[in-house]
């Protein structure tokens, strides 16, 4: 960050606070109410998945304009589309995205972990395969557990992210003040 970033920076480390503040009003909202923020975790990411797929179809176009592989764009964006949709009328197929994902994961961790010789990256491997998989199973038989586990995730990252930035914005307050602002 350069001296000229600085000044504009520490003027206004109030911003830093309010950020962290509504942050953590976050995450207690989160804790507060689990099923309400999935389904707004869920709205937000059906919105990014819509203007991904968006951008897709975008880039499939210009590439086909440029005379480039255009299809795989193509397939990207209409994949995202249709995500982002069932997504958004159908919030619970969220969790069970995240169980295939947490199963899929692990199986993949532990598949490699067993062509290696013993050893610690071995056993890193197993133990973290091992994690993902009963997380997807736990996840998978019983979803509303997901929901909430998921949401805890989330509203903890926002707690602790919103502490952060808090704190940094009353130090970067001192500095404003060290270099004689008001």
């Given at each position: 960050m350069g001296r000229t970033m600085l000044p504009i920076i520490t003027r206004h480390w109030w911003i830093l606070v309010l950020r962290g503040a509504i942050a953590v009003l976050f995450g207690i909202m989160a804790l507060t109410y689990p099923p309400?923020?999935?389904?707004?975790?869920?709205?937000?990411?059906?919105?990014?998945?819509?203007?991904?797929?968006?951008?897709?179809?975008?880039?499939?176009?210009r590439a086909a304009e440029n005379?480039?592989?255009?299809?795989?764009?193509?397939?990207?964006?209409?994949?995202?589309?249709?995500?982002?949709?069932?997504?958004?009328?159908?919030?619970?197929?969220?969790?069970?995205?995240?169980a295939a994902w947490a199963i899929v994961t692990g199986l993949m961790l532990l598949a490699p972990a067993f062509a290696l010789p013993g050893g610690a990256g071995r056993w890193f491997l197993v133990v973290n395969g091992l994690i993902s998989l009963v997380l997807g199973i736990v996840i998978a038989l019983q979803p509303m557990a997901g929901v909430v586990f998921v949401v805890w995730l989330v509203a903890i990252y926002a707690l602790l992210f919103g502490a952060g930035l808090i704190m940094l914005g009353f130090h970067v307050r001192s500095l404003h003040r060290a270099l004689g602002g008001p």
């Open positions: 309400a923020t999935f389904e707004f975790l869920a709205i937000f990411i059906a919105a990014y998945l819509v203007l991904d797929g968006l951008f897709a179809l975008v880039a499939g176009i005379h480039r592989r255009w299809w795989p764009f193509l397939l990207e964006g209409l994949a995202d589309l249709a995500a982002g949709a069932v997504i958004y009328f159908h919030p619970d197929v969220l969790i069970l995205l995240v």
